[in-house]
């Protein structure tokens, strides 16, 4: 399966402690997007990364949360000190380019990492 | 800036009903046009598109026409199944590489 994989699927932790969430992109996908959404919520993006760089980060809370996209492994959503309005389900997705070169703009998602803060 | 309304849910019917779900968007330019599904506990799945005015997606029984003069993108279907229980989601993308979502709009078909 050549999807975007997202692990784990599930994840609790205490306030306090920290998550870290991974997202393996499509292959060949240089361009991966973080979003989050509340229950019964829709989406909210987070951020936008290309190897190595980070595009956007303007749906990123300024405290707490961080993102990358290395040259080799997944990239990496990370909450320090979680609180308990951080429980939410984060969606990865990734595209293979940028708009300009015939891209649609289609974008492909993982299943989520579901995050509970007790 | 560019943006997207649904229809507020949830929308409600019994099987084999007719299914609209309004779409509106406000953007500059010739923005793509997309449907988004996602399944109870899944990730969200691309359902159709359209890259142009007056293109018609279409995907497992669903359509949508891409109406410039109304900057409508509809999503039907002609009779619905209690597997097309879902969250529909009707998003855009511009000039630029964001996805501007809407809201969503739950679906609930009862047999």
């Known amino acids: 399966n050549a999807g975007v994989m997202q692990n784990p699927r599930h994840l609790v932790r205490r306030r306090g402690q920290e998550a870290r969430l991974r997202c393996s992109p499509v292959?060949?996908?240089?361009?991966v997007y973080w979003y989050r959404q509340l229950p019964e919520e829709g989406l909210k993006f987070m951020v936008y990364l290309q190897k190595e760089n980070i595009i956007d980060e303007s749906g990123m809370p300024k405290e707490r949360f961080s993102a990358e996209f290395p040259k080799e492994g997944p990239s990496i959503l990370r909450i320090q000190q979680v609180v308990r309005g951080d429980s939410a389900a984060y969606f990865c997705?990734?595209?293979?380019?940028?708009?300009?070169?015939?891209?649609?703009?289609?974008?492909?998602f993982g299943e989520g990492s579901r995050l509970t803060v007790l | 800036g560019d943006s997207v309304t649904q229809m507020e849910g949830p929308v409600t019917l019994s099987e084999e009903a007719f299914l609209t779900i309004n779409c509106t968007y406000t953007a500059t330019g010739y923005p793509s046009l997309f449907w988004y599904v996602q399944y109870p506990g899944e990730g969200l799945q691309l359902l159709l598109k359209?890259?142009?005015a007056d293109d018609k997606g279409s995907n497992k029984g669903f359509e949508a026409t891409y109406r410039k003069e109304t900057t409508s993108f509809h999503l039907e279907k002609g009779s619905v199944q209690v597997s097309d229980s879902a969250v529909y989601f009707c998003?855009?993308?511009?000039?630029?590489?964001?996805?501007?979502w809407g809201a969503g709009t739950k679906l609930i078909i009862k047999p």
């Open positions: 359209a890259t142009k």
């Open positions: 292959k060949g996908h240089s361009h």
């Open positions: 998003a855009l993308r511009g000039s630029n590489y964001q996805l501007i």
């Open positions: 997705a990734s595209s293979p380019t940028t708009l300009g070169t015939g891209e649609t703009g289609e974008l492909f």
